[in-house]
């Protein structure tokens, strides 16, 4: 289920990623001869609308739109419809569209996740008005009786029980108390990690509250985690400020690694491939619908800006093109262009292999 919930997050993102240059071209007067959903060979044809066929392909790991003369050659050229014939500024808003689409994807999938609501620490005014409430482990004391039992950190805790009775709550007060008046005999448990209920068993010992040692006690801070339900209207003002505020922070980790590279200082443990992404994936929508709009939204927003990065075979390497040719007034000589496109390819896939071989090894390891 994880792998399919990756798969049809990434083919949604650059779907909306060519849709925008779609869109962006038909508005330039630009011939567009094939809009794909994934990458050939051809499975069949959807449907045409104008000169557009809408197809389907075989790939399932994306998409693709097909403008008339983006690759240039002399037929093209003479075309007043065709991309290369159009001027620098207009290529460069068609190739700047789906960057653009994807941000603002972004921005709708953060502000849908806000109205959807994703867990959060609540304060004791927010539980009444908190829906999915859960008390949740914030932090496990090494060598603590909580330690020892195995609990570990974002475990929710669903009851427990004694020999002198059961707790069912959700205030980490009421919890606190009925550790304390268990008087060091042996609390079972029932917890959820995962998605997956368990029963742990742990035995509470003082000397752990520093203020009061002889306070019984597990070594665990818990919270209240709950979704607090938000205005369309607050979602929307809110959704923006987070957006902007992920896109800088993108940004700035972006530069940092890639300078990194050119260093050779880059830190690629902090980097994810496919199968780190895959994995994120799986384990935010296990955590439900809010928290998958958030890391979709968070990938979008990763796509827009790689692809913004001048790298030849990316948007951003396209764009650099067209800033030279306006500079020299003249295309670039097509053998330079395509040797190059392929260089940067070739660094693309070895960014990619690298990658995803240290997220296999972190899986392994």
């Known amino acids: 289920m994880t792998i399919l919930i990756f798969i049809i997050g990434i083919v949604v993102l650059i779907v909306v990623h060519e849709f925008g240059h779609l869109v962006a071209a038909k508005l330039s007067k630009m011939r567009v001869d094939e809009f794909g959903l994934g990458y050939p060979p051809r499975v069949a044809i959807i449907g045409k609308i104008g000169e557009t066929i809408f197809s389907l392909n075989w790939l399932p790991f994306g998409g693709f739109v097909k403008i008339y003369g983006e690759d240039i050659d002399s037929e093209s050229v003479k075309d007043a419809r065709a991309f290369s014939s159009k001027n620098r500024a207009v ?13 603002l994807f972004a921005y709708v999938l953060i502000t849908g996740a806000l109205i959807a609501g994703t867990p959060q ?16 482990v914030a932090e496990v004391l090494p060598a603590s009786p909580a330690a020892r039992s195995g609990l570990l950190e974002g475990d929710s805790i669903l009851s427990a029980k004694d020999v002198w009775g059961e707790w069912r709550a959700n205030d980490p007060a009421s919890f606190s108390t009925f550790v304390a008046a268990s008087h060091g005999d042996s609390i079972t448990l029932d917890i959820k990690r995962n998605g997956i209920e368990q ?16 306070h019984y006690a597990l070594g ?63 384990s935010e929508a ?80």
């Open 199 to 214: 029963t742990v068993i742990a035995t509470p010992a003082t000397d752990i509250v520093p203020d009061d040692p002889a």
């Open 286 to 365: 296990a955590q439900g619908f809010g928290n998958l709009l958030s890391i979709m939204a968070i990938i979008s927003i990763n796509l827009a800006l790689i692809n913004l990065i001048p790298i030849p075979a990316l948007d951003g390497g396209r764009l650099l093109f067209v800033g030279i040719e306006s500079i020299i007034r003249r295309p670039i000589n097509a053998k330079i262009a395509n040797a190059v496109n392929s260089l940067g390819f070739a660094f693309l896939v070895l960014l990619m292999v690298v990658v995803t071989a240290h997220d296999i090894f972190k899986i392994v390891g």
């Open 91 to 103: 290529q460069a808003l068609v190739l700047i569209a789906g960057i653009a689409m994807n941000l």
């Open 121 to 136: 620490a609540l304060s004791p005014n927010e539980i009444a008005n908190a829906r999915n409430t859960q008390l949740a």
């Open 220 to 282: 665990v801070e818990v919270a209240t985690v709950g979704i607090v339900p938000v205005s369309f209207f607050y979602a929307i003002s809110e959704g923006a400020s987070l957006t902007w505020g992920a896109i800088s922070l993108t940004a700035s980790g972006l530069l940092h690694f890639f300078y990194g590279i050119f260093t050779l200082r880059a830190d690629f443990s902090q980097v994810a491939g496919p199968v780190g992404i895959a994995s994120a994936v799986g």
